[in-house]
DNA sequence: GTGAAAGCGCTAACAC
DNA sequence: GTGTTAGCGCTTTCAC
């Protein structure tokens, strides 16, 4: 353990001050032969500059963080490989946290974060505005990536309203609402339809949605799909566990046993769903037609394959990593990336 | 974005020094008195000690890193959740990489962590030991979990002569090879060799091995366990992806048509297999045995359910973290977790 | 028990 | 173009 040379050590090295190293290190302003004496004498001394240093310089860490709810969803490696791919191509360091989806372990992690004075944060949130308004107030870049946080009631509210004034054509699409942060969403809602009326055309009626954390732009959409007045007992949530999962599932399964088909917002629900299924001797799709959120590898395993609602999990999270290096103009850009229904094996017409 | 308070502010606001302040809240000696009013002045001032000060002056960062070959595999997805829990009930950062088992972009990741001065690395190695040279020259304490860097071929050559030794009795076990760095291993032997005697005890003589990058002891526990001579056709390697997976997969079924079981060397393989397998009208269990490193929560979805060895993904991450963050007595700890043979439905008799 | 002061390695004013 | 210098926020001697 050899202790690293110093900008001092090269800049006595080399017999230029300091300031000179640091210019030509980083670029700036100097004259060919210098530039060329210091970076040799820089290689010489096989000096590599310490992020220490300049980071107190500049009141900042390098690098980002990334909150995740859960590195064992396939989907969330997918989208953290992403954000590490585009982290890698910079050079730039990723602090990565898992949240577990509990607002408590999130605010913990932004509280971190803090402290390290990472000030380029992408996630996915679990908690709600409140859990974030530090953040924001530290004056960090956050992009929310895959969904947004809770808001508030009122907010809702006005939302069931547009919504009900949309299905009546009385306003053309979405009111616009000002987003505060850039972020990087699918397009939950042309997915979800796509998948409901896809069951529909095959004879579906009684069509479940099974939930997880943060699914509420999902559901939403799966409420609009399915048009009013929609049956609350087949729209249920698991918290993020698998096992949650698993009960809620095979609770839906066992109360409603006369619906046929179901929804799962994310595929650790769908994996409970093909679990809870088998468990009860339903056959999938012949008693029960199923289609997932997130194409997985493992999708295409089951028998049947999956019929999926493909994202792109790894694009996902590289274009929450562009956006949080370089924060685009005047307003914060939100990015919505394209869904694609993957009809494998797992659904067939009503019996 | 309103700037954070500096022990400097806080010292003022109190009416006492810096070196009190930084005493107080690091737990150094001070008066009951000016201990609760630091304390009580600090809270009321939000403060938040910068990490910043506190790494430069101490020339390290705190925390750790974290190098996996790919999260989207399931089983690296595990280790690192092990690892996060950790480090979040130690408050720690974790800088996590993906090293896609490309030697180059992993010796750049040390690169990077280096330059940061982070000095506790775990990581899942791919490349030999050039590659982590520079690290433990440069003092990191380092962790391996998973896997250990290729070693030279002299030192293999060794191992051979001492497994053949071991073979003839002629040795007890193992010679003692002093691990320069602690790890935490699965028991890779014995989970290969159950696995092995399990399909020969169904009746399978030609067993296949489909490894992947740094399954080397899962090979060499295969070939133990076989026995001597090995048939070298039937040991085939894929690169880390998906796509490599497959096509090892694939063109193992195709040359060797009499293979009557295989064990493939992590879930990726596995994955492969089955894929491969169904491709070519091979029929689990029937035509083809599969046992399959890492018990993954899909490995229960396929059908059949496939045959697992387990090994405790995210227990080794833990036990790695927590290796890291106090480097145990004199010399280095080596962790050997146990591996379970979870038989499931992929096997059956050799017809 | 407490305060003053010296840096940790770097960048950015500012002077030359 | 280049050198000098003043910190960034913190911990840690060293006096008192």
Not at 103 to 122: A, C, F, K, N, T
Not at 275 to 298: C, G, I, K, N, T
Not at 302 to 325: F, K
Request: charged content about 25%; some cysteine; glycine content about 10%.
């Amino acid at each position: 353990m050899e202790k690293r040379a110093t900008i001092k050590d090269v800049a006595e090295a080399a017999g230029v001050g300091v300031a000179t190293v640091s210019r030509v290190l980083s670029g700036g302003s100097a004259s060919p032969r210098t530039r060329e004496h210091v970076l040799a004498v820089a290689a010489q001394l096989d000096y590599r500059p310490s992020a220490l240093g300049r980071n107190l310089r500049q009141r900042r860490t390098g690098g980002m963080g990334l909150l995740v709810p859960d590195l064992t969803d396939t989907f969330y490696g997918q989208l953290a490989e992403g954000v590490l791919a585009c982290a890698r191509s910079t050079g730039e360091p990723v602090v990565v946290g898992s949240t577990g989806d509990d607002p408590e372990q999130e605010s913990e992690l932004i509280g971190m974060l803090l402290e390290q004075s990472v000030d380029r944060l992408i996630a996915v949130p679990t908690g709600d505005a409140e859990t974030w308004a530090p953040a924001v107030r530290a004056g960090m870049t956050v992009v929310f990536a895959d969904r947004l946080p809770a808001r508030p009631a009122e907010e809702e509210q006005q939302d069931a309203v547009d919504d009900l004034m949309r299905l009546d054509g009385l306003i053309p699409a979405a009111r616009p609402r000002p987003p505060e942060v850039p972020s990087v969403l699918a397009d939950d809602r042309a997915g979800i339809r796509t998948a409901v009326r896809y069951l529909r055309g095959l004879g579906h009626r009684r069509i479940a949605f099974l939930g997880g954390p943060g699914h509420d732009r999902r559901v939403a959409a799966f409420r609009e799909a399915v048009g009013a007045p929609v049956d609350e007992e087949l729209v249920v949530f698991a918290t993020g566990s698998r096992d949650s999962a698993y009960a809620a599932a095979s609770g839906l399964f066992q109360s409603r046993p006369d619906l046929t088909a179901v929804v799962a917002g994310g595929n650790v629900l769908g994996e409970a769903a093909v679990l809870a299924a088998r468990e009860l001797d339903l056959r999938v799709p012949r008693d029960v037609s199923l289609v997932m959120y997130d194409d997985v590898p493992w999708a295409e395993l089951c028998s049947p394959p999956l019929t999926v609602i493909a994202q792109p999990g790894r694009d996902m999270g590289y274009r929450a990593a562009e956006l949080v290096l370089r924060p685009g103009g005047r307003r914060p850009r939100t990015v919505v990336l394209p869904t694609e229904l993957i009809i494998r094996g797992s659904c067939g017409p009503r019996r």
